[in-house]
T-cell receptor, first 116, second 110 residues
Framework: DAGVIQSPRHEVTEMGQEVTLRCKPI?????LFWYRQTMMRGLELLIY????????DSGMPEDRFSAKMPNASFSTLKIQPSEPRDSAVYFC??????????????FGSGTQLSVL | SQQGEEDPQALSIQEGENATMNCSYK?????LQWYRQNSGRGLVHLIL?????REKHSGRLRVTLDTSKKSSSLLITASRAADTASYFC??????????FGKGTTLSVSS
């Protein structure tokens, strides 16, 4: 299995531009999570989905952030318009169904976002 | 919101020594997990301990959980240079996803 795949690996953009981050979870996993990591705030949960349905988006910082999961194998996190304070590493993670291992998260390698 | 807080923030040891890092949390949990993050990479699950367990082992890792003190510790025995990484504890609350602490950065020198 290729693991959780995120793209792009790095993104540099200018303030005000739209940014779209992409995630392909591990096949068969039914939970998908978006986290943001900064030195100041550590790892913050932004939103998570179960069976493609958003369950909790209370961590999404502002209306500028939106996330979708149109099918079981793809999710996007969009920032529009982007601001310098959005600069961070954004991680996608997934977890499997069932009684065994369903509480463990499998992380992608992250997208390093820099907003100038 | 931060649920778990690791201590110390940074730890430097020599190869062969043991490394101990601690995690404190605020509310009741179902389980507590430890993850490792190598520089520039995603987090990797290490071990999970449930609220009704007190100690768990996995290879060179030993995790303890004290629910009365709302704290956990991760012990890495006979550290290697390859153990250099950041270590995070993560806790769940009923109906929510994992909440991570800010991590302990471990540096193991040869």
């Amino acid at each position: 299995d290729a693991g959780v795949i995120q793209s792009p690996r790095h993104e540099v953009t200018e303030m005000g531009q739209e940014v779209t981050l992409r995630c392909k979870p591990i096949s068969g996993h039914d939970y998908l999570f978006w986290y943001r990591q900064t030195m100041m705030r550590g790892l913050e949960l932004l939103i998570y989905f179960n069976n493609n349905v958003p369950i909790d988006d209370s961590g999404m910082p502002e209306d500028r952030f939106s996330a979708k999961m149109p099918n079981a194998s793809f999710s996007t996190l969009k920032i529009q318009p982007s601001e310098p304070r959005d600069s961070a590493v954004y991680f996608c993670a997934s977890s499997p169904p069932g009684e065994v291992d369903n509480e463990k998260l499998f992380f992608g390698s992250g997208t390093q976002l820099s907003v100038l | 919101s931060q649920q778990g807080e690791e201590d110390p923030q940074a730890l430097s040891i020599q190869e062969g020594e043991n490394a101990t890092m601690n995690c404190s949390y605020k509310t009741s949990i179902n389980n507590l997990q430890w993850y490792r993050q190598n520089s520039g990479r995603g987090l990797v699950h290490l071990i999970l301990i449930r609220s009704n367990e007190r100690e768990k082992h996995s290879g060179r890792l030993r995790v303890t959980l004290d629910t009365s003190k709302k704290s956990s510790s991760l012990l890495i025995t006979a550290s290697r240079a390859a153990d250099t990484a950041s270590y995070f504890c993560a806790t769940d609350q009923a109906g929510t996803a994992l909440i991570f602490g800010k991590g302990t950065t471990l540096s193991v020198s040869s």
